[in-house]
């Protein structure tokens, strides 16, 4: 298929349509500027007036466009470090790929680099480029660091908080912390109080703490509003950073699922292939529900180019194979894939196809308060959609009410 680029303008799309309820064989998807008019079954539209539809090819289906709560960067860009125009040429390619809507993660770094990343980072929100701020860490666990900086983890200090949505302007949306350390419970305070989801990652909490913290965070979410939606905190890359689940020693992993489990939290997964195994996959989706799960892509820099050295904040990162590793000691340090790519991974690994895509649309869009904006094809919300073949290779991206280069 070739649509025209022409934004801010009327068209139409005709093929499978993957609605919030259900498969429509034969659907239409009309935008108007940059709003969805209508999506539902084709014989429903009155198209006259209206350009000839952009028909989609054989088998194709129309999905949402999709909404990544985790990316640190793309095509050499990182976001921690990244200048201006490196952030707006990551998030224009990770837009071109099928992510429509994405917030920026930051890695664990001294605190005046984070902050000048905070500033860059803000005003490309401001752009409307990026949804705002993913902060993970500094407040983190040492023995569950990851591919963080060891020399740059903190105890918690709610006051760098402010600091960071000062220097923001606001942009701050969610922040990764280790419920085990010293000073945490205050952190999450400070976070809820200024309109921040907590997520809890890279720790090596118990399971009676790591419980206690996620409940007490829906709790404290809930008093304080949200701004009208259902909040619930959520799970940093649920297994990664976390000490094993054993059955002597469950640690975090199991209060995380009974957590999700009730819907009083969801927890990410990086379905790349590389980060968890297939069957792992399925099985969190099982026992969570597809309605408690994120899937995330957390791409680094090397996303959507080859194997090669790249960094990751502070670290060096060696990519081989399409798999990223600390050059230190071998660690993983992120993802290549990007979140469609995720998506096919978790339906080859026998999860439903509209549960994958729900919970890289609709779930994050709600983790963000944006389900009113993106994340379900919808009249009203924002004209972002995929055309995909069977096999979940991408045909298209509308974002915007815009037909995206490729």
Known sequence: MNPTARSRDRGWIRGALLAPDELIADGALAFEGD?????????????????DPVTAPEGALIIPGL????????????????????????????????????????????????????????????????????????FLSAVRCGAQDPASLLAPEPGFVDEFLAASDGELVTMTY????????????RLITRGVTPSLGHTDASDSTAAASL???????????FDGYAPRPTVTHLFNGMAPMHHRSPGPVAACLRAARRGDAVVEL?????????????????????????????????????DGSYRLGPAD????GGTARLGTDGGLAGGTATLLQCVRTAVDAGVPLADAVQAASAVPADVL??????????????????????????????????????
């Open 178 to 189: 280790a419920p085990e350390l010293p000073g945490a419970e205050d952190l999450v305070d």
């Open 67 to 138: 909404v990544d709560l985790h990316c640190h960067g793309a095509v050499g860009s990182d976001f921690t470090t990244a200048d201006a125009a490196g952030i707006r040429r990551a998030a224009a390619f990770l837009h071109a790929a099928g992510t429509t809507t994405l917030l920026a993660s930051t890695v664990s770094a001294p605190k005046d680099v984070l902050l000048a990343a905070a500033g860059r980072l803000g005003a490309v929100a401001r752009e409307g480029l990026i949804a705002g701020i993913h902060a993970e860490g500094p």
């Open 35 to 51: 709003r969805i008019v209508y999506a539902g079954p084709a014989d429903g539209f009155d198209g006259r007036g209206w350009p």
């Open 369 to 406: 308060r944006l389900a009113d904006e993106v994340g379900a094809l919808r009249r009203g919300l924002r004209a972002d959609a995929l055309v995909v073949s069977p096999e979940l290779e991408l045909h298209a991206v509308l974002r915007s009410g815009t037909w995206l280069p490729r």
């Open 270 to 306: 990086i379905a790349d292939g590389v980060h968890l195994d297939p069957a792992m996959i399925r099985t969190v989706f099982d026992l969570a529900g597809p309605a408690n799960v994120a899937l995330v892509s957390d791409s680094m820099a090397a996303t959507g180019l080859g």
């Open 215 to 225: 409940e007490w965070a829906r709790e404290e979410m809930e008093e304080a509003g």
């Open 317 to 320: 990162v060696v990519v081989s």
